[in-house]
């Protein structure tokens, strides 16, 4: 019986150092809040067939409400046409990266989001969203930080206004 609380004792004082040499986690969720949101149909150009492509797209600064700095945080956008339940396009990447931390009352560079997926289609861009067989979509935002499940952060429609193209990143 000494032995199993021994050994009990050793791998309860093992956990208990593992988790604080990993550092206490933060809950991003709590921690993080949305700026600056704007959303829209961003102009992807022009595709095969000659069709012009609109894509649901959002953008957003994040600020560290927290006393803490934050680091490894993930964010995933997920699109999806109003009235269904299927995803229908996804961004995925780093709201904060490891190799720079956010401080305290610190705020993200601005985050754009876009699908991959959208309508295409061969009217000018503007009639693309005044068409009546168009579906509006909406965006889910999720965070995760670290090892954690993702966690919803907010959802907004995406507006139907043209978001033209200009020299940033995906």
């Known amino acids: 019986m000494t032995r199993l609380r021994a050994a009990a004792f050793s791998l309860v004082t093992f956990a208990a150092l593992?988790?604080?040499s990993c550092g206490a986690s933060v809950d991003a969720v709590a921690s993080l809040e949305p700026l600056d949101v704007v959303t829209g149909w961003y102009d992807d150009g022009i595709v095969e067939g000659?069709?012009?492509?609109l894509v649901p797209s959002v953008s957003m600064k994040l600020r560290n409400k927290s006393g803490k700095e934050l680091s490894s945080i993930q964010i995933n956008a997920i699109f999806r046409r109003v009235g269904e339940q299927e995803m229908w396009g996804?961004?995925?990447?780093?709201?904060?990266?490891?190799?720079?931390?956010?401080?305290?009352?610190?705020?993200?560079?601005?985050?754009?989001?876009?699908s991959t997926l959208g309508y295409t289609g061969d009217q000018p861009r503007m009639?693309?969203?005044?068409?009546?067989?168009?579906?509006?979509?909406?965006?889910?935002?999720?965070?995760?930080q670290g090892s954690k499940v993702l966690a919803k952060l907010a959802e907004y429609p995406i507006e139907r206004q043209l978001i033209?193209?200009?020299?940033?990143t995906r």
């Open 90 to 114: 996804e961004y995925f990447g780093w709201a904060v990266p490891r190799q720079k931390p956010l401080p305290a009352g610190a705020e993200t560079d601005t985050l754009v989001m876009r």
């Open 50 to 53: 000659g069709k012009n492509k």
């Open 164 to 168: 033209q193209r200009q020299s940033t």
């Open 127 to 144: 009639q693309m969203l005044q068409n009546s067989q168009f579906v509006d979509a909406k965006v889910e935002i999720y965070l995760k």
């Open 18 to 20: 593992f988790s604080i």
